[in-house]
């Protein structure tokens, strides 16, 4: 909204102030699945010192060498394998899109015009430091910025939040900020992770053996270096079984996406998969409680790679289980969570 500042002179220049803006930001997304895009893409992604913590003399060399040579190519046929070809554009985004403009009709309607809904990504576009801009420009002197991750970790919600950071860095008026710390132990989140299993398991003739939660992995150095996120995806997989009343045997946790030579999280995702078929269970179910969107990890990855590896052992049946995605109820939580940080602003 455009005001008149407080004491201003008659001739001073219209300055828009008074408005809320909330930031919703995510991982991101290549622009296209050829070569070039999925290189600047990656390059972006695994300079961050945030998710790759080697040193820089030790680690570009690499990068820029082996890597970036042939990763884009692998990298690029499995965006290929789930783009949405009718938009131009990855799942992460549309799904990205559409969960914000549901958050905008949620939060227009508690909270009217005060309020704007964005979103931005933490590598590719649209880019933070664009949205931060554009939210200023348009009247924000106040930013809550909503990392889309529901368990912390350094390599997803603090680095979304140094690019925040270094984004108001180039701001002439900083707005006040606020961030959106771990909802992993929400009740409304858990509500709505626990309706989703049931919702799929009501779809079921025959109920899995077991339910993989499969979350992102991360080197087992960084749980020793003090980041929470283990412990987080811990406390999600108990607090979704005891919200579903189910005994310990019949969820279990697990960690995909590993890369590079050092130890990760275990149970390893595809391992573990193949040690139920072959123990003899023939029915599992996975869902991914740390994304908050599908995106390549949970499209490819878990129903392409992980499935893969659980038919090949002896399985016999597997079902996916999307993230919440746009659904209503995990709208209805976010909104909650969202407006619990707003206090003392509305």
């Known amino acids: 909204m455009t005001n008149a500042l407080p004491h201003a002179p008659a001739d001073h220049p219209p300055v828009k102030f008074g408005k809320i803006g909330i930031l919703l930001a995510n991982l991101g997304t290549p622009d296209d699945y050829s070569y070039w895009p999925m290189r600047r893409y990656l390059n972006e992604f695994l300079s961050d010192q ?26 690029g046929e499995a965006y290929k394998s789930i783009w949405n070809h009718d938009k131009g554009e990855s799942p992460l985004m549309t799904i990205t899109k559409d969960q914000t403009a549901a958050l905008v009709t949620e939060m227009n309607a508690r909270h009217g015009d005060k309020v704007m809904v964005d979103f931005c990504m933490r590598y590719g576009n649209p880019s933070t430091k664009s949205k931060v801009r554009a939210m200023v420009e348009a009247g924000c002197d106040k930013i809550l910025f909503v990392p889309l991750y529901p368990q912390y970790a350094g390599a997803t919600s603090a680095t979304a939040n140094d690019q925040f950071f270094r984004a108001l860095m180039e701001e002439t008026w900083q707005p006040s900020v606020r961030t959106l710390p771990a909802y992993f132990n929400h009740p409304a989140y858990v509500d709505a992770l626990a309706g989703s299993v049931r919702d799929a398991y009501a779809e079921m003739e025959q109920k899995p053996d077991v339910l993989v939660a499969s979350y992102h992995g991360m080197p087992e150095r960084y749980l020793m270096q003090g980041d929470p996120y283990h412990c987080q995806c811990q406390k999600t997989t108990r607090l979704v079984r005891e919200a579903l009343g189910w005994d310990k045997s019949e969820i279990v946790t697990t960690f995909q996406s590993k890369f590079g030579p050092e130890e990760w999280l275990k149970p390893y995702t595809v391992e573990e998969v193949a040690r139920l078929a072959e123990a003899g269970k023939k029915r599992i179910a996975v869902i991914a409680p740390a994304f ?24 016999e049946s597997f079902t996916y289980i999307p993230c919440l995605n746009d659904q209503a109820h995990h709208i209805t939580a976010l909104a909650q969570v969202i407006d619990e940080n707003l206090g003392g602003w509305i």
């Not at 790759?52 to 040579?69: A, E, H, M, N, S």
Request: hydrophobic content about 40%; charged content about 30%.
């Open 50 to 75: 945030r998710v790759i913590d080697y040193p820089k003399w030790k680690w570009q060399p690499i990068l820029q060498g082996i890597i970036l040579t042939k990763r884009p190519f692998s990298s």
């Open 292 to 315: 908050s969107a599908d995106c390549i990890e949970t499209l490819e990855e878990i129903n392409e790679e992980i499935q893969e590896a659980f038919v090949e052992a002896g399985g």
